[in-house]
């Protein structure tokens, strides 16, 4: 085992993931993360906790899954790479690793422009492939990034995420290729709209292994009505929701209702993908429906393993 | 070149209130060629600063020059020399280097600078200018096509492109073109794909900026 984290053993164990999200208020209130991580409690593997996302000032990714893991919810800590240097990065790592965090999501960030402070200055210091290479030799080698030796284990499962509809297409399935050479254990995808491309984009995957050598989670992200659907369609950059389904959004008599519907007949089609080995749901400000989507979809109770 | 712009007319004449007799101080060098600091450019911001001046029913007298290169205290020194004792100020409209080197030249002056120094650049079009190298001092342009990731992609990624990467554009912005996919397109026409394959190692920022002001000594041209 790398970490012993039960996303690992899910996963290892041949299992089919289930993992769902918690962004962090923009505030102090645990019980804010706290609620979200009792809804997710007993239909998930592991929970990601957010980092600043979409670049904007919350509560931190480590303190968020800290208060997850107090009340027995296995956190995933997601890291920007915008936010911090290689110096923080590793300082980050080793806290969250004495602090008994076993999973990680190394990432890029949406750049800082698009949040509430755009006129940051962006890190950028290192990238998100030289971030999963980092964390692995920090972890396999006991060694920082300047060959440096670290006292302890650190023990982490790496994650990266994917993104099969960003440009230019065929170079994705290299990029992934990238992120798993320099050491990403698992996958979580972009929220996946358009299955047809996610399929040929597996296809790709399958064909350089890449599926045997890390855990792919396709990406879902519950749509509540037909205003997000326009939405994320029209300003989402790196997603792709196809007319077909805003249109089904739209003639929809219980948008809601269709939006759960949509999400189990995706579900139902990545199950049959080779090389699919979980499902991570981003339910933003929707946590509440993620129970009944892991209950219907068949994959209740999780595994223990 | 490096690309520079006049600040607002403002922010100019406000600094230069107090003085009553001012050099505007071209540079024949980048900011010529940029169209912020050559000679057409010190005749109109002279022009300005008078014109401003009599509308408050005030005088001033304005010195128009230029220097070769502003950089070089070899181009700034004679020309300073020809009008010694005429002004009380340099308004320079050379580029930060071009300010800092007149500063030295003249330590008992003021001088004060009348551009913005923005960025290392190239013109795209006429009257459009793009920023393309952030002297970082560790240059990759050799694996990456020639397109600098470092200064033209927004997350300064050397694995790139994120997942941000859309027709050709960046996630910030649809007017920006992602310096991945150029990078990407490039490669192919030179028939060296395989390059992307491998890990970029994390890059040495202390040959830049970031390792604190530089300075090159070259000891076989030292007298």
Request: aromatic share 4%; net charge negative; glycine share 10%.
């Amino acid at each position: 085992m790398k970490s012993g984290s039960n996303l690992e053993r899910v996963l290892e164990s041949g299992q089919f993931a289930f993992t769902g999200e918690c962004g962090p208020p923009k505030g102090t209130a645990p019980k804010a993360v706290q609620k979200k991580g009792e809804l997710l409690k007993s239909c998930c593997d592991a929970v990601n906790v957010t980092d600043n996302q979409t670049a904007i000032v919350r509560m931190s990714s480590l303190a968020g899954c800290m208060l997850l893991k107090e009340i027995g919810v296995e956190p995933v800590l997601q890291m920007v790479v915008r936010d911090r240097n290689r110096l923080a990065l590793q300082a980050d790592i080793l806290g969250a690793a004495a602090l008994g965090i076993r999973n990680v999501l190394c990432l890029s960030g949406d750049h800082q422009k698009f949040g509430n402070h755009p006129t940051a200055k962006g890190v950028y210091d290192i990238d998100s492939i030289q971030f999963i290479q980092m964390v692995k030799t920090m972890r396999d080698e006991h060694k920082f990034i300047n060959g440096e030796e670290i006292s302890g284990d650190v023990p982490f499962l790496i994650g990266a995420a994917a993104n099969p509809y960003a440009d230019p297409f065929e170079f994705r399935v290299i990029r992934l290729a990238k992120k798993v050479s320099a050491g990403a254990d698992f996958i979580q995808t972009q929220g996946i709209f358009d299955v047809p491309k996610f399929v040929e984009w597996m296809k790709m995957v399958r064909d350089r292994g890449l599926h045997e050598k890390t855990h792919i989670l396709g990406g879902l992200i519950p749509i509540k009505s037909v205003g997000m659907a326009r939405y994320m369609r029209n300003n989402v950059s790196g997603l792709s929701v196809p007319k077909e389904l805003v249109d089904r959004m739209a003639d929809a008599k219980d948008p809601k209702e269709e939006g759960v519907k949509i999400c189990l007949e995706t579900i139902e089609q990545l199950k049959e993908v080779e090389g699919v080995h979980g499902i991570h749901v981003m339910a933003v400000a929707w946590e509440d429906i993620v129970p009944r989507i892991a209950e219907e979809a068949g994959l209740m109770p999780r595994p223990v393993v | 070149m490096i690309v520079a712009e006049r600040k607002p007319m403002e922010e100019i004449l406000a600094m230069t209130e107090e003085f009553d007799r001012i050099l505007v101080l071209g540079c024949k060098g980048c900011t010529t060629v940029c169209c912020a600091g050559g000679s057409r450019e010190v005749e109109e911001l002279a022009t300005l600063i008078r014109m401003n001046r009599k509308q408050k029913g005030k005088t001033v007298d304005t010195l128009e020059a230029s220097t070769e290169l502003q950089c070089e205290p070899e181009s700034v020194t004679p020309v300073l020399e020809r009008l010694a004792n005429q002004y009380d100020v340099v308004l320079s409209m050379a580029c930060g280097a071009g300010v800092q080197t007149v500063v030295k030249v003249l330590p008992d002056l003021r001088v004060l600078p009348a551009l913005n120094t923005n960025f290392i650049g190239v013109a795209e079009e006429h009257g459009v200018w793009t920023e393309v190298c952030l002297a970082c001092g560790n240059c990759i342009l050799g694996r990456t096509g020639g397109i600098c990731p470092v200064t033209r992609c927004s997350k300064q990624l050397l694995n790139g492109p994120c997942g941000g990467s859309m027709n050709g554009k960046c996630e910030i912005s649809k007017d920006v073109d992602c310096a991945w996919q150029l990078i990407i397109d490039r490669l192919k026409e030179l028939g060296e794909l395989e390059l992307l394959e491998e890990v970029f190692p994390v890059k040495d920022w202390s040959a830049g900026w970031h390792g604190g002001p530089q300075k090159i000594v070259r000891e076989d041209l030292k007298s």
